[in-house]
């Protein structure tokens, strides 16, 4: 059930394609360009796969589609951010912890790659098997439709917010934003929890599933909230720390009355 051929050319592939990033990085200085083509590459994988999969049109349709709907909204979202800020603070701060030394960013490179697949494989999973029963397949689109919706609506709170010149370096604390520290990546995560639900009567569930905490995992532990949190610490203090006394850093929340400031 696994297309393990196609899975090595893909990988090799996304190796190819991160290690010419890399060399470009090299001469502009700015590797956050790996995030802009990890988003695509994945999502372009994902589609390959799912529509190789063994299994019915509708399923690699749908799966095939859903993701790339994702990498299409991530992808453009990330590459307008790079295109106005290039230089990452995250990446500024791996650079600085490495010495400048590039075979770490070499290898930080290699590891995307292998990422492009491994997230591409809850996809696959969905798109493996029979004919959908009705329960799975309107349950994991309305669990994939409240995730998008979701960071949709974070996404553009945040940015009218932003967009008042008075507010340039404040907290937002409007909307989803009063519950959640980071209500973006909260519903990022819920998308991603459709998968299992779409991959539940298909062989190849445990891919979903693993794929659904990794990227749990990856968002609460690694590079998501973790950076996120370590820069508004050190740009705002103890206005954040008020923040982080209030409101819940993940899961929205009702926000915690009498939190000291």
């Known amino acids: 059930m696994i297309p393990w051929t196609t899975l090595f050319i893909c990988l090799t592939a996304a190796i190819l394609i991160m290690l010419g990033l890399w060399f470009r990085q090299r001469q502009t200085g700015y590797p956050a360009v790996v995030d802009v083509f990890w988003a695509f590459m994945t999502a372009g994988i994902a589609i390959a796969l799912a529509l190789m999969a063994e299994g019915t049109t509708a399923r690699k349709v749908v799966a095939a589609s859903l993701i790339g709907l994702w990498g299409l909204r991530l992808g453009t979202h990330l590459a307008r951010r790079y ?68 960071v949709h609506v974070s996404d553009q709170q945040l940015r009218r917010y932003l967009a008042v010149e008075s507010n340039r370096g404040g907290i937002c604390r409007n909307g989803l934003w009063s519950w959640s520290r980071h209500p973006n990546y909260f519903f990022e995560w819920v998308f991603w929890c459709s998968w299992p639900i779409l991959a539940a009567d298909g062989p190849l569930w445990y891919l979903a599933l693993a794929g659904m905490l990794l990227m749990l995992f990856f968002l609460l532990k690694v590079s998501g909230i973790p950076h996120v949190e370590r820069e508004a610490l050190r740009k705002r203090g103890d206005a954040w720390r008020e923040y982080q006394a209030s409101t819940n850093a993940f899961i929205p929340w009702p926000p915690r009355r009498g939190a000291s400031s």
């Open 83 to 150: 295109t106005r800020h290039p230089d990452d603070s995250r990446y500024i701060a791996m650079k600085e912890r490495w010495n400048g030394k590039e075979r770490y960013m070499l290898g930080f490179f290699m590891l995307q790659a292998l990422a492009c697949v491994i997230f591409a494989l809850p996809v696959l999973a969905a798109a493996t098997g029979p004919e959908w029963p009705w329960p799975l397949l309107v349950g994991g689109l309305t669990v994939a439709l409240i995730g998008k919706l979701g």
